[in-house]
């Protein structure tokens, strides 16, 4: 149990983040997990996975009917995907400016995206985009028991 209640708060938010199978196959596993880690998330569920068409559509499900989408998933579904949870105060939204634009070329360097991909179509990572977002899609690619909650010695010196 964490001492300090508002650490605990800011554990609760948690958000879903994959490295697509452009970033996997490219070697970049450990240095995106490193931009979460060295930031103070805390990462709580983390495989590797090949996920069938069918669940890349599911995973995909709001951007249906766009002239991208069938492509997009035959790619998400054509290779290991790295899927993970990761925990933190604002992990959502700051998740998301760690990850940079959709297309690379408007992400700004200093992002994953903006220092490490140039097209759209292989932009390397994948983030929810809000809460609610983040709550479907860590239940779509995770079990409850996948998930764990967990305390760091660096808990209190990360948060007030
Ligand atoms: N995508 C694409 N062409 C586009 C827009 C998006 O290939 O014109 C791909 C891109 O890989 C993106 C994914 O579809 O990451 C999902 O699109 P979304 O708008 O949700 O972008 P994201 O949330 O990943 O930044
Ligand atoms: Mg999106």
Redesign the pocket.
Known sequence: AVQDPSVEAAELERTFIAIKPDGVQRGLISEIISRFERKGYKLVAVKLVVPTKEFAMQH?DD?KGRP?FNG?CDFLSSGPVLAMVWEGQGVIKYGRKLIGA?APQNSEPGTIRGDLAIS??R?II?GS?GPETAVAEIALWFKPEELLSYSKVTDKWLYE
């Open positions: 995909y951007l991208f997009l959709t759209v179509g932009n994948h985009d």
